[in-house]
Nanobody, 120 residues
Framework: QVQLVQSGGGLVQPGGSLRLSCAAS????????IGWFRQAPGKERKMFSC????????YYTGSVKGRFTISRDNAKNTVYLQMNSLKPEDTAVYYC?????????????WGQGTQVTVSS
């Protein structure tokens, strides 16, 4: 059974940091491009960061570039998202998935989602 299990969300003050984890079982994450998506209230779920499975290329949308870092630990079969300098507009439910398409279309594996709230 394939599972992506997320951890690490929560409530943080503006300017703070969080690290999200996406741990896989039943598949080898290094065989997949892995995307991080987020969905704010009233908005579509959309990819904002990606790491490829070939050459390790990473991608960040403009709103998170320079603040967020995606990384892999293949020994732990886990992908991480380090989020620094968090802003209230980063508040959303965050998902990892085995896709880097903008909206995650097609058949993919998804984490369960984790809430990130940035508020004072």
């Amino acid at each position: 059974q394939v599972q992506l299990v997320q951890s690490g969300g929560g409530l943080v003050q503006p300017g703070g940091s969080l690290r999200l984890s996406c741990a896989a079982s039943g598949l080898t994450l290094d065989d997949y491009a892995i995307g991080w998506f987020r969905q704010a209230p009233g908005k579509e779920r959309k990819m904002f960061s990606c790491t490829t499975n070939s050459d390790g290329t990473t991608y960040y949308t403009g709103s998170v570039k320079g603040r967020f870092t995606i990384s892999r630990d293949n020994a732990k079969n886990t992908v991480y998202l380090q989020m620094n300098s968090l802003k209230p507009e980063d508040t959303a439910v965050y998902y990892c998935a085995t896709t880097c398409t903008d909206y995650g279309s097609g058949y993919n594996y998804w984490g369960q989602g984790t809430q990130v709230t940035v508020s004072s």
